[in-house]
């Protein structure tokens, strides 16, 4: 049981214990005044600055038993901060003083602030959560919270009225009540650190003392236990608690240590700084912030902050190679990762500099092409380093790279902090040090000295996070930086049977990963279990599902629980296909995936988009929630009249607004709607949320009493999106919800939604099998493990081009290597890590399988299958007994005309996602429109060109009318208020003096639209208008303009097929087609041949034929989805059939 379910289940007790001692459970007052008691405590009232408050709001004193609480507050106010103090009394004994921010710590969880993030698990602010959440808890227990909810029928109002608390402590435990499943009631006392003796090889490890020490500790070696069991060695050598620093990389890690040490050591627990590189970094940036130029408590940057700081840079520097202005976020994503692996090998932007000239004169002297241009893309790296490393500076800021890289620096320069630092920490342990990077090591040089009082655990095998900067090299280094070190390691693996343990270690014995260390010896203490290990072979990647189903359901009948099983992949893509499969299969799955794509908070966030959105785009997804079904006809109604209309947001819902065409059953949802968001606080995303699912709908109310799988899983994924809400974010312009709609579409853009994928601990209990990617399973054991995607290119994976590399020789570790070639190497050993970490959670069976094709493809089974040993037994998969589930989703239905015209858009469109064509132009969905300085000007630049095609006569010599035209445009519709509107007034106007250079080269004509016909199809597609040239006899040449830069592949992109579609209808073989850009002024021949053609206008006619049929599929994609200004309403469509709004 971790601390805070321990503080949560003693304050349920206590409060258990005084209702039947005859407290009223509704009296706040009398519920704090007989708790202190209860405690042999006193609540002594103090006026506001009295001494022995210590400027706070309540203090302990433990020594007197007094509570001394500030009278001002309200009685309930007075109640909270005793039952604060009350919890402080019974988890903790030392004298404390609470600030008001500790004692408000009703409305949030642990670690929901961003500095949670970095994991401190320091004294003082676990304390205060731990105690917030007991106070929480005595008041308003969650299970006396839901009975008053759901049994009762009281609503958040007449809790708040009968208790007096306040309503947003109310709504988060009822809704901690209705969305999280109920613990079991605990049973039996926690097993005791030493109740399991140690074995000989923990024992060593444990004893060891003055010289650095590396224990290599293999999977289920107890290496927590040993961890654990030197620090109670420490203390019983009279080593002082406080002088005792553990570093580790989670925030989970931390808190199991934690856990343990409390189990452990009682209060004496507290005093030992526990916690991640990072946030002990942190802790020494606030100590020693004047010696770093920052202010004492600087802001912390994450990736979103950082490239939004960016952006606004990115339009002055000179770059060539990371130049994107129309996708800025996309380029800077890939620099900010290459610049934090800078700092995590302690790089600054000089240091990287001289790197990328040190590579530019390697290339010049060789004539590389290839390596001069990475050359220049290290430089162009360095320049936008040096110009991010000035931004933080200018906003005192720093970001998470730097709170390792600048106390690493800080203690190798200043003699003095380093001298307090090793003072303060005398002894120091390091729990998965394979998983260290340079700047880590450099920093425990600084903590630790010559290292006689370091102890260092960890498996270079189990390095999974490489591409976080992790060095497994610094295992095999540890004795070069710190002379004398020893090494041991852990003999016995207590987790797995023989058969497991021995799988793994033969796997080991060619792993990469075991260069330079000691090699992996395990005995199994657990024995053969006369089981093999099986490999299932399946014909396809569905029936590799069945085989898992039925596999999972097998080992259920054995005896092992749902709860007991995981299936863990590669990926989590295909960890999504399998948790769809197993539920449509019946099997109960805890999984919650990519947590702002599911369709219950898809459904939550499309209502929420309509309190901003002008024309009701939200309303296509929440007309297919129950409480507000309509017709696909009734809904395009409303959004075309509010878009006929121009209405602002929810315009279309007051009662005064007629929409003469809809039906009875879309009036009266359109008034259930209506009635629901009345009154709602809009300004609060978690207010607006909370409230409307606790006081306006049952969604909360039927989560909580339905008893499926699904649903379970639905609500917590409900609760994490709260849980989301509820942390503080950064301030911006704008409408809350709005900047809430922006910042989810960032984060997943930038991938930094992650966390929210993690199944929360509250939740871990369910009966259900987890499905976890490998790297989400480091650190955990199951007795049932299913291993899919055996096969090549999915286990390793193949490698991918690195689109922002780091210069030759900054990764420490890799010698005399390029950084291709490091990377290389990298992939290779990580992946093998991978494998010997997924087959090592198992304890008792392990069932691997392949699947023989994938996507028609014939796969063969990986090569890490022949390193296992010989006692790997084949099986057949066998289809699924039970029936299979199918989801019904509504197929839109749409009236075309008998003969068709589509523009060359509306393909382009259907091309890159049908379902985004059919919101945007079948059903007509407007957005509006947040444009970017770039897009609005290039919003200019289109209009323009538009303009002087629609002036033939315009050329070179007209320069003058042609800036008169810009001139207005910009005015008109340009960032003129941006704070580098010059520079991208530059860059139109150099855009538009291109085009008339282009049009300068050569008689240029206005080609009219041509329709080019799909008669078998009934449709035609009318390819827009274009220039034509032509030169003395010769064939004309049909030219089209981009105004960015020309891809690579253009020839096989569909408006190239287009424009040589209607080249050949208006010149049969007689032209040329040229395409030219504005931004490079590359001119480009784009040939093909009559077979090409010929399969790409066959495309074009399956695709026509497709969308006749009504086919919208939707088409994933991880940098275009989160941009489409649909992302949240897809992929629901109510039924119905309607005309396209045009044709």
């Known amino acids: 049981m971790n601390s805070f379910r321990g503080a949560r289940q003693r304050a349920a007790d206590l409060h258990e214990k005084l209702v039947a001692g005859g407290v009223d459970p509704l009296d706040i007052t009398a519920l704090a005044e007989a708790a202190t008691k209860d405690c042999q405590l006193e609540i002594v009232l103090l006026p506001a600055g009295h001494k022995q408050l210590k400027g706070a709001k309540g203090v302990l004193d433990p020594q007197s038993g007094d509570i001394y609480v500030e009278e001002g507050p309200s009685a309930i106010e007075r109640a909270a901060i005793a039952a604060h103090e009350v919890g402080h009394a019974c988890l903790h004994v030392e004298h404390l003083f609470c600030t008001e921010a500790d004692t408000a710590g009703a409305t949030a969880h642990p670690g929901s602030s961003r500095a949670g993030k970095l994991g401190d698990y320091g004294p003082h602010e676990r304390r205060e959560l731990e105690a917030n959440v007991f106070a929480r808890e005595l008041l308003l227990p969650r299970e006396f919270c839901r009975r008053l909810y759901l049994e009762q029928g009281m609503s958040v109002a007449d809790i708040c009225t009968a208790t007096g608390l306040p309503g947003r402590l109310i709504k988060q435990q009822l809704l901690d009540a209705l969305l999280l499943p109920p613990h079991p009631n605990p049973s039996g006392a926690p097993q005791a650190m030493n109740a399991v003796g140690l074995d000989p090889s923990q024992e060593a490890a444990v004893a060891h003392r003055s010289t650095p020490f590396q224990l290599i500790a293999g999977p289920g070696t107890g290496k927590t236990r040993t961890l654990i069991a030197r620090i109670l060695g420490l203390v019983a050598d009279g080593e002082l608690p406080e002088s005792i620093l553990v570093l580790t990389f989670s925030n989970k890690a931390a808190g199991e240590i934690m856990d343990r040490l409390q189990e452990a050591l009682g209060e004496n627990a507290r005093k030992v700084w526990v916690g991640t590189f990072h946030s002990f970094g942190l802790d020494l940036v606030r100590r020693y912030y004047d010696r770093l130029d920052l202010p004492p408590d600087p802001p912390i940057y994450d990736r979103s902050d950082s490239i939004d700081a960016l952006e606004e840079l990115l339009p002055v520097l000179p770059l060539q190679h990371y130049y994107s202005l129309s996708d800025p976020a996309k380029v800077l994503k890939d620099v900010l990762v290459a610049i934090s692996r800078a700092k995590d090998e302690l790089i600054d932007p000089q240091a990287y500099r001289q790197l990328g000239e040190q590579m530019r004169s390697a290339a010049f002297a060789s004539a590389d092409p290839a390596a001069a241009e990475a050359a220049d893309k290290s430089l162009e790296v360095a320049t936008i380093y040096d110009e991010y490393q000035k931004m933080l500076r200018s906003h005192g800021a720093v970001d998470f790279g730097d709170l390792v890289m600048h106390p690493a620096r800080l203690l190798a320069n200043d003699a003095e902090v380093r001298q307090q630092v090793q003072e303060r920490h005398r002894h120091v342990l390091v729990d998965e040090y394979q998983d260290v990077n340079y700047a880590s090591v450099q920093l425990l040089k600084g903590i630790a000295g010559v290292g006689n009082r370091l102890w260092v655990v960890g498996d270079p095998r189990q390095s999974i996070y490489r591409f976080r900067g992790a060095a497994p090299a610094n295992m095999s280094n540890f004795n070069a930086d710190f002379t004398k070190a020893e090494q041991s390691r852990l003999e016995v693996n207590y987790r797995s049977t023989t058969e497991i343990v021995d799988a793994f270690v033969n796997f080991a014995s060619s792993m990469g990963a075991s260069r330079g260390i000691l090699p992996l010896a395990l005995e199994a203490n657990t024995g053969d279990s006369n089981r093999p290990i099986y490999l299932t072979t399946a014909p396809t990647l569905e029936a590799e599902v069945d085989a898992i189903a039925s596999n999972i359901l097998a080992r259920h009948k054995d005896g092992y629980s749902f709860s007991q099983q995981a299936v863990l992949c590669r990926t989590n893509s295909r960890l999504a296909l399998i948790a769809n499969g197993l539920e449509a299969r019946g099997i109960p799955v805890l999984y919650l995936g990519s947590l702002f794509e599911r369709s219950e908070i898809r459904d939550l966030l499309s209502l929420m988009s309509l309190v901003v959105e002008r024309y009701a785009g939200g309303l296509i997804r929440v007309a297919t929630m129950p409480r507000y079904q309509m017709s696909l006809e009734d809904v395009t109604a409303v959004i075309r009249h509010a878009q006929q209309n121009d209405l602002p947001p929810l315009g279309w819902l007051r009662p005064d607004t007629s929409i003469d065409s809809l039906s009875p059953e879309g009036l009266a949802a359109l008034a259930t709607l209506r009635q629901d968001l009345d009154s709602l606080p809009f300004e609060s995303p978690w207010e607006f949320l909370s409230g409307y699912l606790l006081e306006r709908s049952n969604i909360a109310s039927d989560l909580a009493t339905s008893q499926t799988a699904p649903d379970r899983m639905r609500a917590v994924a409900v609760w994490q999106f709260l849980e989301f809400l509820n942390q503080p974010a950064p301030k911006k312009a704008g409408h809350p919800v709005q900047q809430l709609l922006d910042r989810i579409r960032r984060l997943i853009l930038l991938t930094e939604e992650r966390d929210l994928r993690t199944v929360p601990d509250e939740a871990a209990h369910l009966d259900a099998v987890r499905l976890l990617t490998v790297h989400g399973s480091k650190g955990l054991e199951f007795d049932v493990v299913h291993l899919p995607g ?197 860059l139109a106007y150099r855009m538009a003096q291109q085009l008339l250079a282009f049009k300068a080269s050569a008689a240029i004509s206005a080609a009219p639209h041509v329709n080019v016909p799909f008669a078998s199809s009934a449709t035609s597609i009318r390819v827009k208008g274009h220039d034509l040239t032509q030169v003395g006899g010769g064939p004309r040449t049909i030219r089209y303009v981009m105004t960015g830069r020309i891809p690579k592949k253009e020839d096989e992109e569909l408006n190239a097929t287009m424009y040589h579609l209607a080249g050949r209808q208006q010149f049969g073989s007689n032209y040329a087609l040229e395409v030219v850009s504005l931004t490079t002024a590359e001119r480009r021949v784009l040939e093909t041949t009559d077979r090409k053609l010929q399969t790409r206008a066959d495309k074009c006619k399956q695709m026509l034929y497709a969308m006749r049929r009504c086919e919208f599929p939707v088409n994933p994609d991880d940098m275009r989805c989160p941009r489409c200004p649909h992302f949240f309403i897809c992929d629901a469509t109510p039924g119905g059939e309607i005309d396209p709004k045009d044709t």
Not at 895 to 910: E, G, K, M, N
């Open 790 to 986: 055996l096969s090549t290119s999915s286990v390793p994976s193949n490698k991918r081009p690195d689109r922002c590399p780091p210069p030759d020789g900054m990764i420490s570790g890799y010698a005399g290597l390029t950084a291709k070639e490091a990377r290389d190497v990298s992939h290779t050993d990580e992946e093998e890590c991978l494998f010997f970490v997924a087959l090592s959670r198992a304890r008792q069976r392990l069932h691997l399988y392949r699947s023989e094709t994938q996507k028609t493809q014939p796969r063969s089974p990986s090569h890490y299958l022949t390193r296992l040993g010989s006692k790997i037994k084949p099986a057949v998969a066998e289809p699924f007994a039970s029936a299979i589930a199918t989801e019904q989703s509504s197929q839109p239905r749409v009236r075309w005309p008998a003969q068709l015209t589509v523009s060359q858009t509306w393909l382009h469109s259907y091309n890159k996602c049908p379902r985004r064509f059919f919101y945007s132009y079948v059903v007509g969905i407007l957005t509006a429109q947040r444009n970017s300085a770039f897009t609005r000007t290039h919003d200019c630049v289109h209009r323009l060109i538009n303009w002087i095609g629609e002036h033939p006569e315009i050329g070179p010599a007209d320069e003058a009318a042609v800036a008169d035209e810009f001139e207005r445009l910009w005015n008109e519709r340009g960032p003129a208020g941006h704070a580098y509107a010059d520079r991208y007034s530059a």
